[in-house]
């Protein structure tokens, strides 16, 4: 993504959202994994940042000034007041990374900090589903298994640049792991990592105690492999066909998540009219045209 990434980090690339009011919103896709995660219910988020990544904290620094002038100008500032209003109501905690030493790196900055069960995700991903039913499922797999380790899966054509499991079924959909690798030459599976996982205080051990790996880095996949091989429960929760991933790695897949959340909102957008209409009443004889509502109010 070079030379555009080099000042503006990946997680503030923009996606394109619906805000339910008939209108499109264009947000930087760390904002949109933040608020799908509060949706669910969580108020403590630790953001691992680095140099270059300073319009991070800049975005998740309320700036009632720049609202202000908003509404001097005539414009409605609704969309960063409902914006600051969770920023306002959560725990947020920067935690910087001096060096990118790797994802099992990041990761393990969070150990004097996170305490019990806790979710990962990469900033530079982010996955559409109906009611954000795929963290869901993923979290309610965590408890129903009482997993040390629960990752999100994806079958892709070409895996190689992703981590790769192997595993069993449990369940529709679900697997236990078995195996995994980071970026194989030669994949034994198309089942791919994607990067939102739930943890146990578990991972922090296995981090610990795993070496540098691919590009002397400290790898997840690693760590996870370790916990495999000590026998703890590591599960894999398959992406449904109805769920799109956005990735923002590559130009080439930044063009298609902008294709794909534009598709997405267009057709959510379209659900929620046709929903509209049918709750909206009938013309009655009797009634005056002008009573007639012509768009319910949400």
Do not use: W
């Not at 209409?277 to 009634?287: F, H, R, Y």
């Amino acid at each position: 993504m070079l030379p555009f990434s080099k000042e503006i980090p990946k997680e503030m690339f923009p996606i394109i959202t619906y805000n339910g009011s008939h209108s499109l919103e264009l947000k930087p896709l760390v904002q949109a994994i933040f608020e799908q995660l509060y949706s669910l219910g969580v108020r403590d988020f630790y953001f691992v940042v680095g140099r270059g990544k300073r319009a991070i904290e800049d975005h998740f620094s309320p700036d009632p000034g720049f609202s202000a002038f908003l509404k001097e100008k005539g414009r409605d500032p609704e969309c960063l007041s409902r914006f600051y209003e969770k920023i306002r109501s959560s725990n947020i905690v920067f935690l910087n990374q001096p060096e990118s030493l790797g994802f099992g790196d990041a990761v393990l900055l969070g150990r004097p900090f996170v305490k019990g069960t806790f979710i990962v995700q990469a900033g530079d991903t982010f996955i559409l589903s109906e009611g954000e039913e795929h963290l869901r499922r993923l979290v309610l797999m965590h408890q129903k298994y009482q997993a040390s380790a629960t990752i999100l899966l994806h079958e892709v054509p070409d895996p190689r640049q992703y981590g790769v499991v192997q595993g069993s079924p449990l369940e529709e959909g679900v697997l236990r792991i078995t195996a995994t690798e980071e970026k194989p030459e030669e994949p034994k599976t198309n089942i791919a990592i994607m990067p939102l996982y739930v943890f146990t205080e578990e991972i922090f051990n296995a981090l610990s105690e795993t070496e540098p790996g691919k590009n002397g880095e400290l790898q997840l996949t690693d760590a996870i492999q370790k916990l495999v091989t000590e026998g703890r429960t590591v599960i894999g929760v398959k992406l449904r066909t109805d769920e799109l991933r956005l990735d923002m790695g590559t130009p080439e897949t930044m063009v298609e998540a902008l294709r794909l959340s534009l598709g997405y909102v267009d057709a959510k957008a379209t659900k929620e009219s046709l929903r509209m209409d049918l709750d909206t009443p009938a013309l009655s004889a009797s009634e005056p045209k002008e009573t007639i509502p012509l768009r319910k109010e949400l």
